[in-house]
């Protein structure tokens, strides 16, 4: 669980929560029975799509609901679920019956996206939304990162492009400011590109800031 938490980058306040969150039914077989994740996984799947929905929404301000809809639907998915577990250490925080963990349980998707689910539940009632949505920016980094991948637009990609259609060199990124604390800093960045003026924008990551920054200047471009 410390190695968790230290992935995470949060430490909880409710041991019990966070014990919960990792306990699968089968470890309540037999005599005594303890409380599980199910009831925590029911509240993690609503804040996983608030919060997939949200950051789509930020980073994706022009997109169709079409496309937001498809790429939410890879986002939340159990593969996304049990690779975002995988990479927090999940599986051996696990607590499973014995029976279940020498059936594989500890790398079964279903039983690692359920238990993912209900660590954002723990994290959205230990830590409230505002701090949840800034670990799971972080730890839902390569979800995202596989839905650009995918075909989602990226205004970097397209500003670079509409550059080059006008013999321009490649938009130049700087960041000019880093504030706030440590476990959520603010990046402030400033994109150039040829002759114009010079356009900041900010992200809670330098990869926000920088999108941010280009789609701000493809919508000046826009506006032209």
Same mark, same amino acid.
């Given at each position: ?62 997109? $169709? ?59 959205? $009632? ?50 000019? /400011? $880093? ?10 960045? /400033? ?34």
């Amino acid at each position: 669980m410390a190695e968790l938490e230290s992935r995470l980058g949060y430490v909880f306040e409710d041991r019990q929560l966070l014990d919960r969150a990792l306990t699968h039914a089968s470890a309540g077989d037999g005599a005594r029975k303890v409380a599980n994740y199910e009831q925590l996984e029911f509240l993690g799947d609503r804040v996983l799509n608030l919060l997939a929905a949200e950051r789509l929404m930020l980073l994706y301000p022009d997109a $169709r609901e079409g496309d937001l809809s498809k790429w939410m639907h890879a986002l939340v998915s159990r593969d996304a679920c049990a690779m975002v577990a995988r990479s927090l250490g999940v599986p051996d925080a696990l607590r499973l019956a014995g029976g279940e963990s020498k059936r594989g349980g500890r790398d079964n998707p279903t039983i690692l996206g359920d238990a993912c689910e209900a660590l954002l539940a723990a994290l959205y $009632r230990d830590a409230g939304l505002a701090r949840t949505a800034e670990i799971f920016a972080r730890i839902w980094a390569e979800p995202f990162e596989q839905v650009a991948a995918a075909g989602a637009p990226n205004p970097k990609s397209e500003l670079q492009e509409w550059a080059q259609a006008r013999g321009l060199a490649a938009p130049r990124y700087e960041v000019v /400011e $880093r504030s706030g604390p440590d476990h959520a800093p603010t990046f402030t960045v /400033e994109v150039t590109l040829g002759d114009q003026e010079p356009l900041r924008a900010e992200g809670r990551s330098r990869q926000d800031a920088e999108k941010a920054a280009a789609q701000a200047m493809l919508g000046r471009k826009g506006e032209a």
